[in-house]
């Protein structure tokens, strides 16, 4: 048993076979056809749309709309892709007759017309949504931020964490300095003053040693921040104030 096997490429054909076989009759494309046919060019705002009687003709706007209709629907809004899929996309050649027109030609429409492609598209969604064309599955989707219980100083970065350590080593040598200038001076007043920075260098010492764990689990889980109140919250740079806030997709 062997495969099923296409036609030869080099084969000549007698009867050249018709466009139109390749669009069935339910195609979308058939109702862009129909649908830019259907308007009035010129009272639309489209430029060339009386060709000049001199000159080099123009491409009709009618081909060239039905072309960003196109894309419009399959999602292909580059020039460029435009452009190649009027020499590969047998719908489009369908649709364009053959026409190849360049990426330029594509752009420059589409810039000449920005106010009457508006008016297009919207009768086009409104025209597609009555005769149920367009399942409408997904309408938008846009985040907006509210504000957590989770303060801002219990929210960590690994620089923010850093930053700290960075500070209370600071501080601890600073205290120490002070320490050693309070032993040598052997003043009774100063006596209390030493006890109180060895408190100090220990509390120091403590919250040094709680954010280095909470910097290494950073580091295990992959994470950018950590939130100690509300774990899924975050810093938003976005907010006013940089507040840690959640991102509600709605």
Same mark, same amino acid.
């Given at each position: 048993? *062997? ?74 809004? @580059? ?6 899929? @009027? ?56 985040? *907006? ?5 989770? @303060?801002?100083?219990?929210?960590? *970065? ?24 309070? /032993?040598?001076?052997?003043? /009774? ?31 295990? @889980? ?10 899924? *919250? ?17």
């Amino acid at each position: 048993m *062997s495969y099923i096997e296409g036609e030869s490429r080099s084969q000549s054909l007698l009867f050249p076979e018709i466009l139109d076989d390749y669009i069935t009759q339910d195609n979308l494309v058939r109702f862009i056809d129909v649908f830019v046919d259907g308007f009035k060019m010129e009272e639309m705002g489209f430029t060339h749309s009386t060709p000049e009687g001199t000159g080099r003709p123009p491409y009709d706007p009618r081909d060239l709309l039905k072309l960003y209709v196109y894309g419009y629907l399959n999602g292909i809004r @580059s020039s460029r892709k435009l452009e190649r899929e @009027s020499g590969r996309n047998v719908e489009v050649m369908w649709l364009l007759r053959k026409l190849r027109p360049d990426f330029k030609t594509i752009a420059d429409f589409r810039k000449e017309n920005r106010k009457a492609f508006k008016g297009v598209f919207r009768q086009f969604t409104l025209l597609c949504k009555e005769m149920d064309l367009l399942g409408g599955e997904l309408i938008a989707i846009d985040g *907006s931020k509210f504000k957590a219980v989770n @303060s801002s100083d219990r929210n960590f *970065s690994q620089t923010k964490l850093q930053k700290r350590i960075k500070e209370i080593e600071e501080k601890i040598e600073k205290y120490l300095v002070e320490m050693d200038r309070a /032993d040598e001076e052997e003043e /009774d007043s100063n006596q209390v003053s030493a006890e109180d920075l060895k408190e100090k260098i220990a509390r120091l010492k403590e919250r040094k040693g709680r954010y280095g764990e909470l910097l290494k689990e950073l580091e295990r @889980s992959g994470e950018s921040q950590i939130s100690l109140t509300d774990p899924d *919250s975050r810093a938003m740079p976005l907010t006013p104030r940089g507040d840690v806030s959640y991102n509600v997709q709605v």
